[in-house]
Every structure is written in structure tokens, then in C-alpha cells.
């Protein structure tokens, strides 16, 4: 079982840019489909984007394409998302998520597709 732990959350004016870590707590997360997602209060979880086990493919929604990029440094057992132009509305809890890399689909945004979770990171965006 792979534990997740994010950070990097904080406090950004509405352009500026952030970046979120996610480590793993057990080697070979490559072989692991990640994910992130967000949530703000009173909504579901949502997709923000993904990231195949071999690093090689992404995947965004269509509100952070183009803004959000998903990386992995498999030396630090980590993945990272980074965020620029930051918008009011992306401010929310941001969680990373893993699924084993033959499991499912193979590019899964649903919260059901996802085994591992982190504990989550508040990013904050001030207008």
C-alpha cells in the first residue's frame, strides 16, 4: 500500500504561479497512475489532471489546460504539479491520488479509479 503525502500549499495573488509536491512513500512509483483533484467546500472532488506510470503521458481538464503541469522525479519518488496564472477559482484543497498502472482505465479522472490518497494541501488565491 502506497502512502501519499502532499505539500506546497499556500497563499498566491490571482496570476501568480505554485507548485505542489506529492511523495510517495514507497519506491517505484512508476508504477503508478497518479492523479490530482481538488475540492472546495460543499462540492465534489474534481479532476484536475493525471499522469501515466511511465511519466510519459498527461492528461488535464479543460479548466487547467494549458496552466497546470504534472511532473514526476522517480529519484525522489515524487510528482508535482505545477499551477501559473492562478485564477480565484482554483483556489481548493488539492489532492494526489494513485492507482497501480494496469489496473483500470488508462486515463482515469473519476475519484472510483483511484486507490491511494493523499491528506490533501489548501491553495489559496486572492484577487
Known amino acids: 500500500q502506497v502512502q501519499l503525502v502532499e505539500s506546497g500549499g499556500g497563499l498566491v495573488q490571482a496570476g501568480g504561479s505554485l507548485r505542489l509536491s506529492c511523495a510517495a512513500s514507497?519506491?517505484?512509483?512508476?508504477?503508478?497512475?497518479m492523479g490530482w483533484f481538488r475540492q472546495t467546500p460543499g462540492k465534489e472532488r474534481e479532476f484536475v489532471g493525471g499522469?501515466?506510470?511511465?511519466?510519459?503521458?498527461?492528461w488535464y481538464a479543460d479548466s487547467v489546460k494549458g496552466r497546470f503541469t504534472i511532473s514526476r522525479d522517480s529519484a525522489k519518488n515524487t510528482v508535482y504539479l505545477q499551477m501559473s496564472s492562478l485564477r480565484p477559482e482554483d483556489a481548493a484543497v488539492y489532492y494526489c491520488?494513485?492507482?497501480?498502472?494496469?489496473?483500470?482505465?488508462?486515463?482515469?479522472?473519476?475519484?472510483?479509479?483511484?486507490?491511494?490518497w493523499g491528506q490533501g494541501t489548501q491553495v489559496t488565491v486572492s484577487s
Open positions: 491520488a494513485a492507482v497501480w498502472y494496469s489496473k483500470g482505465a488508462n486515463y482515469p479522472q473519476r475519484i472510483g479509479e483511484y486507490d491511494y
Open positions: 514507497e519506491r517505484g512509483l512508476r508504477s503508478y497512475t
Open positions: 499522469s501515466s506510470a511511465s511519466g510519459r503521458g498527461t
